[in-house]
């Protein structure tokens, strides 16, 4: 299967510029229309080395606003979009939850009625988070019911039902994949890896929520980005992939990785409030993926210090972020959390 012009939204963020520079280097025979509202989040020098290649362009849009995607789908002959665009950071959910619900999921129902007015594929990129927290062993399954703890999850569930719900009721060629903890370069530091690395990496204090035994699958988004190409192209149709190792670890245990791979002190660790409705463990059974031959690169370990080492490596990338908009967040977020915890 091949796909002449695709629309990537959300493609200046992290994991959307990542897929785009991976799909840009095994798709030669691909367009590429990036549709981004550029927030925060969404940062144009992601892809500064691509802008010049004929074959890649950018239309600045919101995915709320239908006529601008359809004319983007329009003027630029799209036979597939692949939407990377939301809200996507939980804290942010709970301070200001209402973004969250128009773009994640107003949003995504513009796109699918645009796909359906033009009779376009659309694969959406959902999160482990839908299926809420994880008791015991058990690891999710994409038959599971989906069980939302925060606004941003409950957001997230949202979409991917109306996705589902234009394939039964439509017959739209939709694919869902429900990625793990992704880590890796361009990550924006409001997440927990770049701001531990970038903080350990400044001196300043790593503020772990609660006691910091919380699981996740911190995965490669190198691995997201082959595992959505997997579905794209050898999955079934109205179908749900879960993309990520499939081995999670303790909060505590990333935190040990990122500091011993900057070889920065253990003193630096603050246990601060936690979370409200802090999700205690997510894992997923990724057998599904598997079984249209993908498998990840990377382990978890080697994940989060390759991800560690890119931060190291790239302090142009992050210091203009850290010390621009991004202090207010983080006074509002952390100020008050960290008053007092020093050792
Ligand atoms: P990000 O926050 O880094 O980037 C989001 C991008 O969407 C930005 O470029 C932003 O400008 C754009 N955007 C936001 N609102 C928009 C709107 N209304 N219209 C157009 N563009 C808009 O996000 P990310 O971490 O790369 O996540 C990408 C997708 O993957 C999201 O759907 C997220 O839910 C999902 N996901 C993320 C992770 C993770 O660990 N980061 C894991 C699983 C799934
Ligand atoms: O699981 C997939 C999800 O992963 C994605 O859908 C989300 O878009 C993405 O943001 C991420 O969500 P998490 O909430 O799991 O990731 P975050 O990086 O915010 O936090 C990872 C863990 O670290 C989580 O248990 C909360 C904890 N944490 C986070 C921050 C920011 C801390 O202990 N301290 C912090 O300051």
């Keep these: 299967?091949?796909?002449?012009?695709?629309?990537?939204?959300?493609?200046?963020?992290?994991?959307?510029?990542?897929?785009?520079?991976?799909?840009?280097?095994?798709?030669?025979?691909?367009?590429?229309?990036?549709?981004?509202?550029?927030?925060?989040?969404?940062?144009?020098?992601?892809?500064?080395?691509?802008?010049?290649?004929?074959?890649?362009?950018?239309?600045?849009?919101?995915?709320?606003?239908?006529?601008?995607?359809?004319?983007?789908?329009?003027?630029?002959?799209?036979?597939?979009?692949?939407?990377?665009?939301?809200?996507?950071?939980?804290?942010?959910?709970?301070?200001?939850?209402?973004?969250?619900?128009d773009t994640n999921v107003r949003g995504t129902h513009v796109l699918l009625e645009v796909a359906r007015e033009l009779g376009l594929r659309l694969h959406h990129i959902s999160t482990d988070e839908v299926y809420g927290h994880i008791r015991d062993d058990h690891q999710s399954v994409e038959t599971d019911e989906l069980a939302p703890r925060s606004p941003y999850a409950a957001s997230k569930a949202a979409a991917d039902q109306l996705v589902q719900a234009y394939a039964i009721t439509y017959d739209l060629p939709v694919t869902i994949t429900r990625g793990a903890n992704n880590v890796g370069p361009y990550q924006y530091p409001e997440k927990a890896v770049p701001l531990f690395s970038t903080n350990a990496i400044l001196g300043e204090a790593i503020p772990v929520y609660g006691d910091g035994l919380q699981m996740r699958d911190y995965a490669h988004v190198y691995d997201h980005c082959t595992g959505i190409e997997a579905v794209l192209l050898r999955g079934e149709i109205g179908e749900v992939y879960n993309v990520g190792t499939g081995r999670e670890m303790t909060n505590l245990e990333m935190v040990d990785i990122v500091l011993e791979t900057l070889s920065k002190?253990?003193?630096?660790?603050?246990?601060?409030?936690?979370?409200?409705?802090?999700?205690r463990r997510y894992s997923m059974n990724v057998d599904k993926l598997?079984?249209?031959?993908?498998?990840?690169?990377?382990?978890?370990?080697?994940?989060?210090?390759?991800?560690?080492?890119?931060?190291?490596?790239?302090?142009?990338w992050w210091e203009p972020i850290r010390s621009g908009e991004?202090?207010?967040?983080?006074?509002?977020?952390?100020?008050?959390?960290?008053?007092?915890?020093?050792q």
């Excluded at 991004?326 to 020093?342: D, I, M, P």
Aim: aromatic share 12%; with cysteine.
């Design 265 to 279: 002190s253990h003193d630096l660790v603050r246990h601060v409030t936690d979370r409200a409705g802090h999700d």
């Design 1 to 101: 299967m091949t796909f002449n012009n695709l629309l990537v939204t959300g493609g200046c963020g992290f994991i959307g510029s990542n897929f785009v520079r991976y799909w840009m280097a095994h798709h030669p025979e691909s367009h590429i229309v990036v549709y981004d509202k550029l927030t925060y989040a969404g940062r144009q020098e992601n892809l500064a080395d691509l802008w010049e290649d004929s074959r890649l362009s950018l239309v600045v849009g919101d995915i709320t606003d239908l006529d601008a995607v359809r004319r983007a789908c329009q003027e630029h002959q799209i036979d597939l979009i692949v939407n990377f665009a939301a809200e996507t950071h939980v804290d942010q959910s709970i301070l200001g939850p209402l973004v969250f619900t």
């Design 290 to 316: 598997r079984a249209l031959g993908w498998q990840p690169r990377y382990d978890p370990k080697e994940a989060v210090a390759e991800a560690a080492r890119w931060y190291a490596d790239n302090r142009s």
């Design 326 to 342: 991004f202090r207010e967040y983080y006074e509002r977020q952390y100020a008050e959390r960290l008053a007092g915890t020093a």
